[in-house]
């Protein structure tokens, strides 16, 4: 198993560093999970961290076997105390995971879950009614204030753009406003009509993009490969890309090799961060 870049109180040890100072930080969680700090605050991408998917899914036909070690305990994180609002782009368990989820929302009562209106019963469901007040529900188009962050909703094709009876969109990726910077966090998602020129309209400073592929074999949806990573953030105009959803579980991964190569055809600016590693941003 890949060891994390630093985990547990070492991870924790850097967190705190970079919010006392009131400092912009990145840190990958690994899979789709981010932790992004400002001005003391925090936001949480998409986090997963726990063994729940390699429980469910040992002794079947589709194991999801860990390759990298878990970068901290939920809990541990959540009692930095400082966490505004968690993501969950959709409801697959690597990006809704209660074990994760539960702990988070617990240490913090202030904190928000942004997720599509279309999985709004989901979510009450898996984490109690108590939890609908907490909800803030986006659809594809629509953008919703929580504090200081202002978070639009981007369609996401997990393989395709589903959309629910009302017609609301069961993925999404999220554009996040925040005191002057601006990420897009994608979800899972492969191309589709309307991704580029809805990026275009934002001037994305940093974007969170999968790199691990669509191969039919692995029978799970797929995602965009690296090159392809690559070029959509180069033609969005998009800052620094950082590639995610890889290294986590042996059956549905890809290394970053040909990501890092077309960012250098491209003159793409990117960053490949380790489980647990992070950075300061300007």
């Not at 939920?74 to 505004?84: C, E, F, H, K, Q």
């Not at 309209?201 to 797929?222: H, Q, S, T, W």
Request: proline share 5%; hydrophobic share 45%; aromatic share 8%.
């Amino acid at each position: 198993m890949k060891p994390a870049f630093a985990k547990d109180e070492a991870l924790l040890a850097d967190v705190r560093r970079v919010l006392a100072a009131g400092e912009r930080g990145v840190w990958w969680l690994g899979q789709s999970g981010f932790l992004v700090t400002q001005k003391g605050r925090a936001l949480i991408l998409d986090p997963y961290l726990s063994d729940s998917l390699t429980r469910k899914y040992a002794d079947t036909p589709k194991p999801h076997v860990r390759m990298t070690e878990r970068a901290v305990d939920p809990a541990a994180l959540g009692r930095l105390g400082v966490i505004d609002v968690i993501t969950s782009s959709h409801q697959h368990t690597d990006h809704f995971d209660v074990e994760t989820l539960q702990p988070l929302l617990a240490a913090n009562p202030q904190a928000r879950l942004v997720l599509p209106a279309a999985i709004r019963d989901f979510a009450i469901e898996r984490l109690g009614t108590e939890s609908a007040p907490r909800l803030v529900e986006l659809d594809d188009g629509k953008s919703a204030r929580v504090g200081e962050m202002v978070f639009h909703g981007i369609a996401a094709a997990h393989n395709t753009v589903e959309r629910d009876a009302q017609g609301c969109c069961r993925f999404l990726g999220f554009v996040v406003e925040w005191a002057g910077l601006t990420f897009y966090h994608s979800g899972d998602t492969l191309m589709h009509d309307g991704l580029l020129p809805t990026l275009r309209k934002f001037k994305i400073n940093l974007a969170f993009l999968p790199i691990n592929g669509d191969r039919p074999e692995r029978n799970v949806a797929g995602n965009l490969n690296g090159v392809e990573a690559a070029r959509l953030a180069h033609a969005a105009g998009i800052g620094t890309v950082i590639p995610c959803h890889f290294d986590m579980f042996e059956f549905n991964t890809a290394p970053p090799d040909e990501f890092v190569a077309e960012c250098g055809k491209l003159g793409q600016s990117f960053r490949v961060l380790r489980a647990g590693e992070g950075f300061c941003l300007e």
